[in-house]
C-alpha cells in the first residue's frame, strides 16, 4: 500500500452511478477524505447526496469506478469482507430510524449486541454514551415519547456507541429546531476532536458556517465541484 493511501480513508476514483437505465444520477466523482477531518456535503435538492452517502456507508454500489475504504477494493472484495469495512462506520439520518419499541438503551445497545458483546461489557457504555449526549435519565423511554432532538441524540450515540472511524450523517439537523441544530453540530465536533472523520449531508448554508473548520464538497446535478482541492490533499487537522 502506498503511503498516500495510508493517509486516506475513503477513496473515489472515476465513480458513476445510475440507478436503471435512466441517466447517471453521479457522474465522475474522484475525490479522497482524510482521517481525522470534517466534511460538509452540500448541493441543491437532487443533486445526489444522499446517492453519495449511500456509497460511501456501502448501502449501494456505483455502476463504474473504484472505491476504496480504509485501503481495501470495496467494490473488488468478497461480499463476506463489507461488515467488517461497515462496522467502522456509524450512520444517521434525517429521520433517526430508531427501532419503536426498544427503550433509548436499547436502541443504544443493538450494535454492541449484534456484535456479540456481552450484557456485563455493554451496561457501562451504552451509560456514558447516554450521559454524553444528555439523555442519561432517559434511558427507559421509547421514542415515541422523546422530542425529535432526543430521538436524533439517542441515534447519534447508537451509531458512535462502536466508536467508528467515519460518521455520517444525512441532514441530521432536517428535523429539529435551530438550537438543537446548533447541539447536534457541537457533538460532531466533540468526535471530531476525537479523531472520528465526519460527514454531514446538508441542503443548510447556515450550517456550514457553525464549522469553520469544516471542508465543503458541493454536488452540482451529480458533479462534485472543488474548487479550492481541499479534497484532493490531506488538509490540516482542525486545532
Ligand atoms: N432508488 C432510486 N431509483 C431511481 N432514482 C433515484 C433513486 N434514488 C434517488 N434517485 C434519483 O437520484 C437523484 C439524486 O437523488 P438523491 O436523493 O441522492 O439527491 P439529494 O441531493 O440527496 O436530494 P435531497 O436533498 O432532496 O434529499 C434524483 O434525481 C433522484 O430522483
Redesign the pocket.
Request: hydrophobic content about 35%; cysteine-free; glycine content about 16%.
Given at each position: 500500500m502506498s503511503s498516500r493511501a495510508e493517509g486516506e480513508i475513503i477513496h473515489f476514483d472515476n465513480v458513476g452511478l445510475r440507478?436503471?437505465h435512466?441517466r447517471e444520477?453521479l457522474s465522475d466523482l474522484s475525490f479522497t477524505l482524510f482521517p481525522g477531518s470534517f466534511y460538509f456535503l452540500t448541493?441543491?435538492?437532487?443533486?445526489?447526496?444522499?446517492?453519495?452517502l449511500r456509497l460511501i456507508y456501502l448501502a449501494q454500489r456505483p455502476s463504474r469506478g473504484v472505491i476504496r475504504m480504509f485501503g481495501k477494493d470495496a467494490i473488488t472484495m468478497p461480499r463476506s469482507g463489507l461488515p467488517a469495512l461497515r462496522r467502522r462506520i456509524g450512520v444517521v439520518f434525517q429521520d433517526f430510524r430508531l427501532v419503536p419499541h426498544l427503550s433509548a438503551f436499547d436502541n443504544v445497545a443493538l450494535p454492541l449486541r449484534v456484535a456479540g458483546f456481552s450484557e456485563r461489557d455493554i451496561a457501562g457504555p451504552v451509560h456514558d454514551i447516554l450521559e454524553w449526549v444528555g439523555l442519561a435519565d432517559r434511558k427507559e423511554s421509547r421514542p415515541a415519547t422523546l422530542s425529535g432532538g432526543e430521538q436524533q441524540r439517542i441515534a447519534i450515540a447508537r451509531a458512535v456507541i462502536g466508536r467508528p472511524d467515519v460518521l455520517v450523517a444525512d441532514?441530521p439537523t432536517g428535523n429539529v429546531d435551530p438550537d438543537m441544530a446548533l447541539k447536534l453540530m457541537r457533538l460532531f465536533e466533540l468526535l471530531n476532536r476525537q479523531g472520528t472523520t465526519i460527514v454531514v449531508?446538508t441542503?443548510d448554508v447556515h450550517l456550514l458556517r457553525k464549522v469553520p473548520d469544516a471542508l465543503i464538497m458541493r454536488?452540482d446535478r451529480g458533479r462534485m465541484s472543488d474548487p479550492t482541492g481541499a479534497l484532493r490533499y490531506p488538509p490540516r487537522r482542525p486545532s
Open positions: 440507478y436503471e435512466d444520477v448541493g441543491a435538492s437532487g443533486a445526489g447526496k444522499t446517492t453519495l441532514e449531508a441542503h454536488l
